[in-house]
């Protein structure tokens, strides 16, 4: 079963331009994640999110956790070539026994 | 640098033989241990998590006796496929937090994955 739905599944957009990405689950979450990876590679840890309304952010992403801590959205302002690849939440999810399950994948293509 | 050290970072064996994958951690103790399994194009799928001492809880879907885990020491996890296929091609990689189970509340360590390849 998918815990944590991403959208969307993929996404091209021009340099420069800004975009959102969005990690939902039907349960609480605690402590979400944000990773980059290309496939056949490692993880990326990009930022992790505890509380409820938190923001962070990280040269050019910004990732929010909304205060039911159920949706968390990543957001890159004046996309750049180096910003492509998979984006993935990660979060252990109520109710799922401590593991810790991955979002379906977000892949952000940049055009140059 | 890594504090989780995986091996092999790629193999490539024959159908119907068994590929292990060494997940060490380095300087601290790993109670718990997370093996994922990703496709190409696709996000990464928990398969089962191992504790040090007891057996591995599997996913749905996930064959124990095809992928067995092993997790005999605080640092060391494994991960056996057995009697490979070519479907079990894959991109394997494993996870542990950093202090205890708790992984909310600290960060979680990769290994750098391996490239399984079943011909």
């Known amino acids: 079963s998918q815990e944590l739905e991403q959208s969307p599944q993929s996404l091209i957009v021009q340099e420069g331009k800004n975009l959102t990405i969005n990690c939902t689950s039907s349960k609480t979450l605690y402590g979400l994640y944000w990773y980059k990876q290309k496939y056949g590679e490692g993880l990326i840890f990009l930022m992790m999110?505890?509380?409820?309304?938190e923001e962070k952010s990280h040269e050019k992403i910004t990732a929010k956790l909304d205060e039911k801590k159920q949706q968390s959205s990543l957001h890159i302002t004046a996309s750049q070539p180096s910003h492509a690849g998979i984006y993935l939440c990660g979060a252990d999810v109520e109710d799922t026994g401590n593991q810790f399950y991955f979002g379906t994948g977000t892949s952000l293509t940049v055009i140059p | 640098g890594a504090v989780v050290s995986q091996h092999p970072s790629w193999v490539i064996c024959k159908s119907g033989t068994s590929v292990k994958i060494e997940c060490r951690s380095l300087d601290f103790q790993a109670t718990t241990m997370f093996w994922y399994r990703q496709f190409p194009k696709q996000s990464l799928m928990l398969m089962a998590t191992s504790n040090e001492g007891s057996k591995a809880t599997y996913e749905q879907g996930v064959e124990k006796d095809k992928f067995l885990i092993n997790h005999a020491s605080l640092t060391l996890s494994t991960l056996t496929v057995t009697s490979a296929h070519p479907e079990d091609s894959s991109f394997y990689i494993c996870?542990?937090?950093?202090?205890?189970?708790?992984?909310?509340?600290?960060?979680?360590?990769f290994g750098n994955g391996t490239r399984l390849t079943v011909t």
């Open positions: 996870s542990c937090p950093g202090q205890g189970p708790h992984f909310y509340n600290s960060p979680l360590h």
């Open positions: 999110l505890q509380k409820g309304g």
